[in-house]
């Protein structure tokens, strides 16, 4: 899946594209959530958009206990701009999924939102940590060969992906990189790089 919603994120996202939350972990919980939705009647429209939102607003890598809460108002701007394929229900599905998806304690009957939660922690595997399956919420999910599954789960990014990481990482580099012709504003302390 790749389109413009993917481009709206990315374009906003504040961490480097290849960090521990970016496109390779909405891959992998795209890919993830895919495989626990089978036989089931969960929405795979909001579970795809799940993984790409849920962590669009992260402000770093490790504590953000807001992050959630902002990627679920993100969620309602994008959908009042007419920008995502939801009806009221789906939408109402994926705010509560994001808004909630870092609470352990969070709770839902709702299987789409489950699998939501699920897929992002069955990806914990990324930073080194086992997922508990007390933390899980879907039979299918607290199964030790899903778990063992979801550590060897590999994503093969597509060409075009392939090529839309390289040209956003090399757009930021020169985003942030000092060029001959650049300018240096010093205000209050605070270096600023001025492109030429
Ligand atoms: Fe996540």
Same mark, same amino acid.
């Given at each position: 899946m790749f389109g413009y919603i993917h481009q709206i994120v990315v374009n906003q996202f504040q961490l480097d594209i290849n960090s521990d939350h970016g496109f390779r972990h909405w891959e992998k919980i795209e890919?993830?959530?895919?495989?626990?939705?089978?036989?089931?009647?969960?929405d795979i429209t909001?579970?795809?958009?799940?993984?790409?939102?849920h962590d669009s607003k992260r402000e770093n890598e490790f504590d953000d206990p807001l992050h959630g809460i902002r990627a679920?108002?993100?969620?309602?701007?994008?959908?009042k701009? *007419?920008?995502?394929?939801?009806?009221?229900?789906?939408?109402?599905q994926l705010i509560y999924a994001c808004k909630f998806h870092s609470d352990s304690l969070a709770k839902s009957e709702d299987m789409t939102v489950q699998i939501c939660w699920d897929s992002d922690r069955l990806d914990l595997w990324r930073i080194g940590i086992t997922?508990?399956?007390?933390?899980?919420?879907?039979?299918?999910?607290?199964k030790a060969k899903t778990i063992l599954w979801a550590k060897n789960l590999k994503i093969n990014h597509s060409q075009k992906i392939k090529e839309y990481i390289k040209e956003e990482f090399e757009r930021r580099q020169r985003q942030?990189?000092?060029m001959p012709g650049d300018l240096i504003l010093? *205000? *209050?302390?605070?270096? *600023?790089?001025?492109?030429?």
């Amino acid at each position: 899946m790749f389109g413009y919603i993917h481009q709206i994120v990315v374009n906003q996202f504040q961490l480097d594209i290849n960090s521990d939350h970016g496109f390779r972990h909405w891959e992998k919980i795209e890919k993830i959530g895919i495989y626990l939705a089978k036989h089931t009647k969960a929405d795979i429209t909001v579970i795809k958009l799940f993984a790409l939102l849920h962590d669009s607003k992260r402000e770093n890598e490790f504590d953000d206990p807001l992050h959630g809460i902002r990627a679920a108002q993100f969620v309602e701007e994008l959908f009042k701009k *007419r920008l995502l394929p939801l009806t009221q229900f789906q939408l109402t599905q994926l705010i509560y999924a994001c808004k909630f998806h870092s609470d352990s304690l969070a709770k839902s009957e709702d299987m789409t939102v489950q699998i939501c939660w699920d897929s992002d922690r069955l990806d914990l595997w990324r930073i080194g940590i086992t997922p508990n399956p007390l933390y899980l919420y879907t039979d299918t999910a607290k199964k030790a060969k899903t778990i063992l599954w979801a550590k060897n789960l590999k994503i093969n990014h597509s060409q075009k992906i392939k090529e839309y990481i390289k040209e956003e990482f090399e757009r930021r580099q020169r985003q942030f990189t000092w060029m001959p012709g650049d300018l240096i504003l010093i *205000r *209050r302390g605070k270096k *600023r790089l001025i492109k030429q």
